[in-house]
């Protein structure tokens, strides 16, 4: 049976704050503290149980190999040797945000009736560029079968940074739904990091309907704020778009196209004199999962940051007393990853798909995380301050970590460092 399956990237024992992504803001902020890869982890769990909890199926997508030798390979040096900057861009635990893995069409989308994956290419950071090819494997191993295609990524200069960029709304998971990609042309100050020409390239490789695909192109003043991608500023699940009110540079247009396709959508659109685009960046409201319980009711999984900034949290007490699809607030306490500017939505890869074609060692539950957690445990380092990220010692302990986890996972396969 078709089922939505969230895929939690695990946070890499490598977990640090170096400030590498301008235009997120959280990130630069936090740029040189102290960082603790243990309890980023273990929140990331703790996440997941959240999500088991309400009735969810739960997958895991791996740490990738870092510091990434084999990237450093290619530019001619080693670890030891390269500046600093390499070494930081070389390190980052950033495949740990699994909404920039892969753009996901599930089969009932595409014209050949098969769940269509394409790897991003990241290609607007230098130390998310380097994610896709263990991205790649990764997904190769998890999603193997006719049922499945994994795409490598789309070439350079087009950017793609996967489904923090794309929503898709339906009637219901298992049926033909609507598939919108969300473009930057302009961030002001920041970088667009999702290409228009990248999206029309997925989505012609996903064989979408064209009649059921929207190109919609974010607002400057989103990116320029701090809204980097778009799962900053909206969210879609089933028949429900939620979304700030200064997400799209053209939002009637686009609700107008999209009711036009799908007549039951249902748009909860948060306007601004509520909830300004900086609260709603600061608090990442939006980078909630918003999900279906098995009793078919709706719940938004928020990070503990929107309950602590007030004006988000009034909004959010009216909208659950209301009369709206939303019916549930369950807040989670991602922290360490929401200070490099990665929410709960940020953490998941979400795939509709039969979890029987799926190779099981991806799917978790309660069980396997505890022993996940027990590897954490015993091998992820407390702590990292910035000054330290060169030390033999914490690269020996790194690349010990990632492989006990794999080795109790028994995943070995993407073993490469
Ligand atoms: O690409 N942060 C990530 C956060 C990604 C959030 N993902 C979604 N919105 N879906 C980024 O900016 C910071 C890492 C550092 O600076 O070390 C970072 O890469």
Redesign the pocket.
């Known amino acids: 049976m078709l089922t939505e399956i969230n895929f939690d990237g695990i946070i890499g024992p490598s977990h640090?704050?170096?400030?590498?992504?301008p235009g997120?803001l959280a990130?630069t902020k936090n740029r040189g503290l102290v960082s603790h890869p243990r309890a980023a982890a273990l929140q990331g769990i703790a996440k997941m149980r959240a999500n088991i909890a309400l009735g969810l199926r739960q997958g895991i997508l791996l740490p990738h190999a870092r510091p990434d030798h084999r990237w450093l390979d290619s530019l001619a040096t080693q670890f030891a040797e390269a500046p600093p900057h390499l070494q930081a861009q070389a390190l980052?635990a950033?495949a740990m945000?699994a909404?920039?893995a892969a753009t996901v069409s599930p089969a009932p989308d595409a014209s050949d009736g098969r769940c269509h994956l394409t790897i991003a290419n990241l290609l607007t950071?230098p130390?998310?560029s380097h994610e896709w090819p263990e991205t790649l494997a990764q997904l190769r191993l998890a999603f193997p079968g006719d049922g499945f295609a994994v795409h490598a990524p789309v070439p350079a200069p087009f950017g793609d940074e996967g489904a923090?960029n794309h929503m898709r709304l339906t009637p219901a998971h298992d049926r033909p739904g609507v598939e919108i990609f969300v473009y930057g042309v302009s961030g002001g100050p920041y970088p667009a990091r999702q290409h228009r020409e990248a999206s029309a390239a997925v989505a012609r490789r996903h064989r979408l309907n064209p009649a059921r695909t929207l190109f919609v192109q974010q607002s400057e003043a989103a990116i320029a704020a701090g809204a980097?991608?778009n799962?900053?500023v909206a969210v879609a699940n089933e028949r429900v778009l939620f979304a700030h009110e200064q997400a799209f540079a053209d939002s009637q247009a686009f609700y107008d196209a999209l009711r036009g396709t799908l007549p039951e959508v249902e748009i909860v659109e948060v306007p601004a004199d509520r909830v300004s685009l900086e609260d709603a960046i600061a608090s990442y409201l939006f980078?909630a999962q918003l999900v279906t319980l098995p009793d078919g009711g709706m719940a938004l999984i928020l990070p503990g940051e929107a309950r602590e900034t007030p004006s988000v949290w009034q909004w959010l007490q009216e909208m659950v007393a209301g009369n709206g699809p939303i019916r549930h607030l369950e807040v989670v306490d991602v922290r360490q990853s929401m200070a490099?500017?990665?929410g709960p939505?940020?953490l998941r890869l979400r795939v509709v798909a039969d979890p029987a074609t799926i190779d099981s060692r991806f799917l978790v539950d309660n069980a396997r995380l505890d022993a996940i957690a027990q590897v954490v445990e015993a091998h992820w380092p407390d702590a990292i301050a910035q000054d330290e990220i060169a030390d033999p010692a914490l690269i020996a302990r790194v690349e010990t970590a990632r492989r006990a986890l794999l080795e109790m996972l028994e995943i070995v396969e993407l073993t490469y460092s």
């Open positions: 640090n704050y170096a400030g590498l992504s997120n990130a980052s950033s945000w909404a920039n950071m130390h998310r923090a980097f991608h799962d900053v980078n490099n500017g990665g939505a940020c």
